[in-house]
Nanobody, 114 residues
Framework: QVQLVESGGGLVQAGGSLGLSCAAS????????MGWYRQAPGKQRELVAT???????NYADFVKGRFTISRDNAKNTVYLQMNSLKPEDTAVYYC????????WGQGTQVTVSS
């Protein structure tokens, strides 16, 4: 089992920045993929960004150039730096750990006001 604890998020004005972090604990494998997904009201959960333990990243088109994902393997922690936030970025953001199975954090609310 893997446990994920997220922190960060909150309320910010459009154009502002926020940072999220997610610490994983439990049965952590040296090779894994961690990432962030989001779900807005009435919409399906969607990929934001992922990063492998080797540092390979993948971003959704709608965040490229604005969001940066990073990780600290020694701390089993993944980060998401969000810049130039837009009202449409408002959603619950979920941390994900993947190694055969998917594990999810509890979610953290990000609200961007116009």
């Amino acid at each position: 089992q893997v446990q994920l604890v997220e922190s960060g998020g909150g309320l910010v004005q459009a154009g502002g920045s926020l940072g999220l972090s997610c610490a994983a604990s439990g049965s952590i494998r040296s090779r894994n993929t961690m990432g962030w997904y989001r779900q807005a009201p009435g919409k399906q959960r969607e990929l934001v960004a992922t990063i492998t333990s080797g540092g390979n990243t993948n971003y959704a088109d709608f965040v490229k150039g604005r969001f940066t994902i990073s990780r600290d393997n020694a701390k089993n922690t993944v980060y998401l730096q969000m810049n130039s936030l837009k009202p449409e970025d408002t959603a619950v953001y979920y941390c994900n750990y993947r190694w055969f199975d998917d594990y999810w954090g509890q979610g953290t609310q990000v609200t961007v006001s116009s």
